[in-house]
């Protein structure tokens, strides 16, 4: 069961996505463009899109992702 | 299943027998194979059993994977490429083909990382080309082979569905990893710079590389979270600043010129994968083949075309991309 959109663990991978080591490919180009948008200094409305992005992929993406939901989430 | 290069009785053979097909050879013999569930794109140069091959008359065939249940072929335009995820399969994966210097590839190119939904499941693929004696004589095609549509200007996409019991998987290898020297960014996006950022300050692009006496083999590199993303360099003015790329570079993005490579071939090997699922799908780098001089040379047992450039998600240079089906049981 992922966490909810509500987690901060979520805003804590949003913001500081540098502060975790990525294993799928498709999560290492995501996250790249993650902090691009915050680099040019993402609002909180860009924030919950991000988020909805990244747990979106999750969902779809459960059964490969296991490595890289155990580093975010543990 | 076949990944192989055969000659185009024998492909022409699996298509009436309905075999689900991913083709490249040359736009002369692609154009001459019948209609079924295949997609393809033009390009005479591949990795087969004896390793890299450059022939106009072959074809080189990918035989979709046994358990794929279903599959449907789209073409696209510049204009409609955002709507490649929502096209696709919920479990399952998409194998996109892109005419070389065309619209639809520019678009691609800059836009495919912010699709939605573009990293939701495997989108992988490869720019069509042509033989480098018929640069800006011929034009890349693909084709289409549910209704044998051949396209200059337009994406051809096969979207594969999977059972649940499976899931694909996209890989890369890339032997290029960032240098030791100076960050490079861009304020725009785009194929053509004229500007380059070195540690902040703005400079003739041209005019840096020469400085720095740029291997122009070696291209610049960005590191997204681990996975060495390259941008190839084609073109560096002798009298203006500008330097034209094989792929955008993304403003914003950090890039270094890439560190030398020793013996390609020996380094490639190493990088392979090592666990026991054999791609259902791979493709290189033309530069790699050009630069390495892989003709007659084998690379591992990774078979493919030889491509204009590499789709991982997003368009990539000298890189192998590699398309695994797991069985998940």
Redesign the interface.
């Known amino acids: 069961m992922l966490p909810s959109v509500t987690d901060p663990r979520w805003v804590r991978l949003i913001e500081h ?2 502060r ?3 294993k ?10 993650v ?2 948008k915050n ?2 200094g993402a609002g909180p409305a860009e924030k919950r899109a991000m988020i909805g ?1 990244v747990r ?2 999750f969902e ?2 459960a ?2 992702a296991q490595d890289d939901l155990r580093a975010i989430f543990g | 299943m076949s990944n192989k290069i055969m000659t185009l009785d024998q492909a022409a053979a699996l298509i009436r027998e309905g075999r689900r097909l991913l083709v490249a050879a040359d736009a002369k013999q692609l154009e001459r194979l019948p209609a079924g569930d295949w997609i393809g794109g033009s390009i005479p140069y591949f990795m087969g059993d004896d390793g890299g091959v450059i022939d106009r008359e072959v074809v080189y065939v990918d035989e979709l994977p046994e358990a794929v249940t279903a599959v449907t072929v789209k073409r696209y335009g510049a204009d409609a490429l955002a709507s490649v995820p929502a096209d696709a399969y919920d479990n399952g994966f998409s194998v996109i083909i892109v005419p070389a210097m065309t619209d639809v590839h520019l678009a691609y190119a800059q836009s495919a990382p912010d699709i939605p939904g573009i990293f939701d499941r495997p989108v992988v693929g490869w720019i069509a080309g042509v033989h480098l004696e018929d640069l800006g004589a011929e034009k890349p095609r693909v084709v289409s082979g549910v209704d044998g549509v051949v396209s200059t200007d337009e994406a051809v996409v096969l979207h594969a569905q999977l059972p649940e019991s499976h899931a694909a998987a996209l890989e890369i290898v890339n032997l290029f990893v960032q240098g030791d020297g100076d960050t490079l960014t861009f304020d725009e996006t785009g194929f053509a710079q004229d500007t380059v950022r070195v540690n902040g300050e703005p400079r003739a692009f041209s005019d840096y590389l020469r400085e720095v006496a740029h291997d122009t083999r070696l291209p610049l590199v960005a590191d997204y979270f681990g996975a060495m993303v390259n941008a190839s360099i084609q073109d560096v003015s002798e009298d203006g600043p500008g330097v034209a790329l094989y792929a955008p570079v993304f403003a914003g993005v950090e890039y270094r010129l890439a560190a030398p490579v020793g013996d390609y071939v020996s380094e490639f090997e190493a990088q392979l994968p090592r666990d026991s699922v054999a791609p259902a799908f791979a493709c290189n780098c033309i530069l790699n083949f050009l630069y390495s001089e892989l003709e007659g040379k084998k690379t591992g047992d990774i078979r493919g075309p030889i491509t204009f450039g590499e789709i991982a998600y997003q368009l990539l240079n000298q890189t192998l991309v590699y398309l695994q089906i797991h069985d998940l049981g």
């Open positions: 996505p540098e975790y080591t990525f799928m490919l498709a999560l290492k180009i995501l996250m790249q463009r902090a691009l680099k040019y992005e979106g992929f779809k993406n059964r490969l």
